[in-house]
């Protein structure tokens, strides 16, 4: 009792590949070099040799494990590619600075004389012009219709410093050209194009009763993929909120002058602001949300494995049963159980392995790059990609193994308990 | 009905079998609860009846963007409309970021629009007595343990007050509850004072985040949704006004698309479970081909035998299905009491159990359908000879 359940949990938490790997090679000798091991593995080659006569019962495991590995992927990817949209939007050597307490950047207000001593911190790294490399954000709010469902959606509107360009290095224009400083042009970002109606380059748009032109289209490979940019100051006077932004992004002389930065601001008096290295402050967006999606797919998962188990059960008890006089001669003519127990588990892992890389494959075929969007911290969407990665697919192969693990080692037991007098009067 | 004792001993001829099969259908219908409970909170969040007669007046621009005070005026004299009343968001903290609840500035009257919310008068008059008054919802002065007469400190997120300090203190002095169960999901709100947040924050004085429009006359929601938006047409603050349900899921619908999920995952599931019980079905009634040629041998027209294997594989899933059903609304009933209403969660209730039986019927009637066609071919002479 203790194996069926100590081994699978080892299988998924604890077993990197080479683990596994290992595994495989020692058995892999024990099979070539024992006597024990060739006796189990003679029979275990019957035993999946028969597999075609059982089609039916065997596409049970195969297709049953595969519904659990692709659902629990496909889950996992949605997370994954949420967490992973929002993380690679922070690096450790820019700053976002915002109002104290204000936790994201939509609820933030910097006034224009904080901006200005903030970006005067001798922390600040300045371009070859002798300027800080600093820009003053406007983050503000736009419902648009989406084109999937055609009901209104928040889309984040930036506006951004003249030296913005110089803080995403990233971002490279795929259509179009840059906005001009003090007009009202917007650039649109990819992952935006793709969700909302009517945000091709050359085509306008009404923000808060004024006509701007999309003049170009970019690609940052991040969050800011969700967003459309114009000028601070032009979005800041559509939306009538004067010199003041929402929060100053900065980059900083080098990754280790955060804390001397933090350090200068707070013992400014004029100031209240809150600072933290954009990895941090995106990273903490993507924590909940990804949190919640790890924990649904894992129960998800956890209860279709559950119902995958006893299907795996009830098709290796027939498979077993099929065999029984079979069986009972090996043992009546001088095989011990092990060599049973070990085929009939091989075999069903065999089918497990079959149904997790089909249901691997089909989560990877499907999702893989599938681009859906939620609401971020900022009320807006936050578009993302699903991100079905090597290591997802592997955990989902090891969920694969440990069902399969549990849906043989009973069947394996009673076929080699089964007292061989008894087994060869079976049909 | 009378073969039932037929029916029961045939399912049970192979007890490990049976007892496999009904967990797998057990485990999927646990699912199956669950998730269904997860898509009626979302989908009651947008299509409440209790909110067909009112109206919620934004900015056009995004609910994000304030709207000036200065319209209350000019929307109460809307022909149409009942009472009118506003509100603001707030974005306070409770001690840490994951305890997140909405909590809103709200005007004099603004309960009263809400008529679902049950609130005792003396409460009522507390409320609109006290400067920095709160009401709360049952579930939310449950789960942090909140009494009448306690001090909620809440931190600002987006509203400093004017000296800069980011803590507001609320006098708890009310709590209401849902009427109807199926909004307990709204209990979970803090109240306060619109005159107070006016007159203490440092930022959005004299305006408001949404109005919110009782009307005379549900008839005519539309024409006076379209008046309202008239009022602000071509200013710098123009309008929309949308009903409460209408506003409330395309607000649910930015989240997710919630069904698409469900409904991805469930027919997942549901494909594996008609294979997993067909396979078992047709296994039983292959072992049973000399037994269904004897009872045919003694009568049996083919009808019954084909109603009998049909009856089995229904018995089947509705056992298997209805205990599962069963375990998820324990499950779902222990975290709502746990957790509270705030996740989102409903009650595995009549139309859950409703769809739940009709899926097991169907699903039943799929996997039987084969093997019974079969049984009700066999001939009986080569049935019973095992050919």
């Keep these: 009792m203790a194996v069926a359940v100590v081994v699978p949990i080892v299988l998924l938490t604890a077993s990197p590949w080479w683990l596994l790997l290992a595994l495989v090679g020692v058995l892999a000798a024990w099979m070539a070099f024992t006597r024990i091991g060739r006796q189990s593995w003679s029979v275990t080659q019957v035993g999946i040799a028969t597999i075609p006569q059982r089609l039916g019962s065997s596409s049970v495991v195969v297709v ?19 967490a992973a949209t929002l993380q690679e939007t922070g690096t450790d050597d820019t700053v976002i600075v915002m109002r104290a307490g204000a936790q994201t950047e939509i ?65 490279k224009i795929i259509a179009g050209r840059k906005f001009k400083p003090g007009l009202r042009e917007l650039l649109v970002g990819k992952g935006a194009v793709g969700q909302f109606k009517d945000l091709d380059v050359g085509s306008t748009l009404k ?26 100051d032009v979005v800041g006077s559509t939306y009538r909120r004067g010199s003041s932004t929402t929060s100053i992004i900065l980059r900083l002389t080098e990754a280790g002058a955060f804390d001397a930065l933090k350090a200068t601001l707070a013992s400014d008096p004029r100031i209240k602001v809150d600072v933290s290295t954009t990895r941090d402050y995106y990273n903490k967006q993507s924590e909940n949300l990804a949190q919640i999606i790890r924990v649904l797919g894992t129960t998800v998962g956890t209860i279709m494995a559950i119902g995958a188990i006893f299907g795996a059960l009830n098709t290796m008890y027939a498979a077993v049963a099929a065999r029984a006089r079979e069986i009972a001669t090996l043992r009546a003519i001088g095989f011990r159980g092990l060599p049973v127990i070990v085929s009939v588990l091989l075999e069903t892992m065999l089918l497990a392995i079959l149904g997790g890389a089909l249901g691997a494959a089909l989560a990877w075929a499907i999702f893989d790059n599938y681009t859906a969007s939620t609401l971020g911290a900022n009320f807006s969407q936050v578009v993302f990609a699903f991100n079905v990665s090597p290591a997802l697919l592997w955990s989902g192969l090891k969920w694969a193994l440990a069902i399969g693990f549990i849906g043989g080692l009973f069947p394996a037991v009673r076929a080699a308990r089964l007292p061989v007098t008894v087994g060869l009067r079976e049909l | 009905m009378k073969y039932f004792h037929l029916i029961w001993s045939a399912l049970f001829r192979r007890k490990t079998r049976t007892v496999f099969t009904l967990l797998s259908v057990l485990a999927a219908f ?11 909170a979302f989908a009651n969040a947008g299509g409440s009846v209790a909110g067909v007669d009112r109206l919620i007046t934004v900015s056009k621009v995004s609910f994000t963007m304030a709207l000036p005070k200065s319209l209350l005026p000019r929307i109460e004299a809307v022909p149409g409309i009942a009472q009118v009343s506003y509100a603001n968001w707030f974005g306070g903290i409770y001690q840490d970021p994951k305890n997140f609840f909405p909590n809103e500035a709200v005007a004099e009257n603004f309960l009263d629009l809400y008529p679902e919310w049950s609130l005792s008068d003396a409460e009522r008059t507390a409320f609109k007595g006290t400067r920095t008054g709160a009401v709360v919802g049952a579930t939310l002065a449950r789960k942090f343990n909140w009494k009448l007469g306690d001090k909620i400190p809440l931190q600002a997120t987006i509203f400093p007050q004017k000296d800069g300090s980011n803590t507001w203190t609320f006098d708890l002095v009310g709590i209401f509850h849902a009427k109807d169960p199926k909004l307990e999901g709204q209990e979970n709100v803090l109240f306060f004072n619109w005159s107070y947040f006016d007159e203490a924050s440092r930022f959005r004085n004299g305006s408001v985040g949404w109005y919110a429009t009782k009307l005379s006359d549900r008839g005519r929601a539309d024409q006076v949704a379209q008046a309202i938006d008239r009022l602000s047409a071509d200013s710098d603050h123009e309008t929309k ?45 292959r072992e049973r081909v000399p037994e269904l040629a004897v009872l045919k041998t003694i009568g049996f027209s083919n009808k019954s035998v084909l109603g009998l294997v049909l009856s089995e594989s229904v018995l089947l899933l509705v056992l298997g299905g209805v205990i599962g059903l069963a375990v998820a609304g324990v499950v779902v009933g222990i975290v709502r009491v746990k957790l509270g209403a705030t996740v989102p969660l409903a009650r595995v209730g009549g139309p859950i159990w409703l769809r739940g039986l009709a899926l097991m019927v169907v699903i039943g009637f799929i996997v039987g359908v084969l093997p019974a066609i079969r049984g009700m071919r066999l001939r009986i002479v080569d049935a019973l000879s095992g050919r």
């Excluded at chain 1, 070859?128 to 219709?145: D, F, K, N, T, W």
């Excluded at chain 1, 923000?207 to 601070?232: C, K, M, P, R, Y």
């Excluded at chain 2, 409460?244 to 409904?263: C, K, M, N, R, Y």
């Design chain 1, 64 to 82: 049953g494990i595969a519904g659990v590995v692709g659902v629990l992927v496909a889950l996992l990817a949605m997370g994954a590619g949420f």
């Design chain 2, 241 to 285: 006004t949308q009903s409460e349900q209408a506003f409330t899921a395309a607000l649910v619908s930015q989240f997710a698309d919630i069904g698409l999920i469900v409904g991805a995952i469930m027919g997942a599931v549901f494909f594996t479970l008609v294979l997993l019980t067909g396979n078992t079905m047709a296994q039983a009634v």
């Design chain 1, 207 to 232: 923000l808060n009763g004024q006509v701007w032109t999309i003049v170009g289209a970019f690609d940052s490979g991040d969050a800011h993929n969700s967003e459309l940019w114009g000028d601070t």
């Design chain 1, 107 to 171: 609820n933030s207000v910097v006034d224009h004389d904080t901006a200005v001593l903030v970006t005067q911190a001798p922390q600040v790294l300045k371009n070859a012009q002798g300027r800080p490399i600093a820009s003053p954000e406007l983050v503000v709010v736009a419902a648009l219709a989406k084109k999937s469902t055609g009901l209104d959606a928040n889309v984040e509107v930036r506006g951004v410093g003249e030296r913005a360009w110089d803080l995403r290095p990233n971002l």
């Design chain 2, 30 to 40: 646990l699912l199956f609860g669950l998730l269904d409970s997860v898509r009626t």
